[in-house]
């Protein structure tokens, strides 16, 4: 039978040019309770917020790029997989997106010198598993680097969602944010940071 997704925002309109993968759910017995099944495709949503295949009216596991709210089950779902029933037509609400913060972290040496050409990298907080994807922060905050000055700015959506993040200087050397220093960014999205 053909089944149709329909994402929608909270205020009810389409969301468009979301991507989505839709899975014929089968479990989640795994040690990340992810759940597993026969892949459907990658489709994005077209300008009604919907995307349409064939599948059986089994339950499905809809990979989407967004946290969403699912009307019947009144549960919702932050960055992680939506299970949803084997309607024919089914809508999922977009419940809340993280919010975006401008960060600037200030980078001097031991000897009070900046350090230029800095970046940050992270491993976000997948619950259920610990970490999951490291390396370089998402989207243009991946690209930031700090000027001669010893300042790096860049926008990102709220660095909650990492649990770790990790200063990395121009020759490659590392360093681990402290909790405190962590607590100070995620505060105040500023930072004084001594290498």
Excluded at 42 to 52: A, I, K, L, P, Q
Excluded at 149 to 157: K, W
Aim: net charge negative; hydrophobic share 35%.
């Amino acid at each position: 039978m053909r089944r149709t997704i329909r994402l929608e925002s909270p205020d009810g309109k389409p969301l468009a040019n979301v991507q989505v993968l839709p899975l014929m759910y089968g479990s989640s017995g795994n040690h990340c309770g992810e759940p597993a099944g026969i892949g459907l495709g990658d489709f994005r949503t077209n300008g009604r917020g919907e995307v349409s295949f064939v599948a059986t009216n089994s339950s499905l596991a809809l990979m989407i790029e967004h946290e969403y709210y699912v009307p019947e089950s009144g549960g919702f779902v932050a960055g992680a997989p939506v299970i949803v029933g084997g309607g024919r037509d089914i809508t999922v609400k977009l419940l809340w997106k993280l919010p975006q913060y401008d960060y600037v972290v200030w980078i001097r040496g031991s000897d009070h010198r900046p350090i230029a050409g800095a970046h940050f990298m992270g491993c976000a907080n997948v619950a259920g598993c610990g970490y999951g994807d490291c390396g370089p922060l998402p989207g243009a905050a991946g690209a930031a680097r700090s000027n001669k000055t010893g300042m790096l700015r860049f926008r990102s959506e709220d660095l909650r969602d990492m649990s770790t993040l990790t200063l990395v200087n121009g020759t490659g050397e590392k360093q681990d944010l402290t909790e405190l220093e962590m607590d100070e960014l995620l505060r105040t999205h500023r930072l004084h940071l001594g290498w």
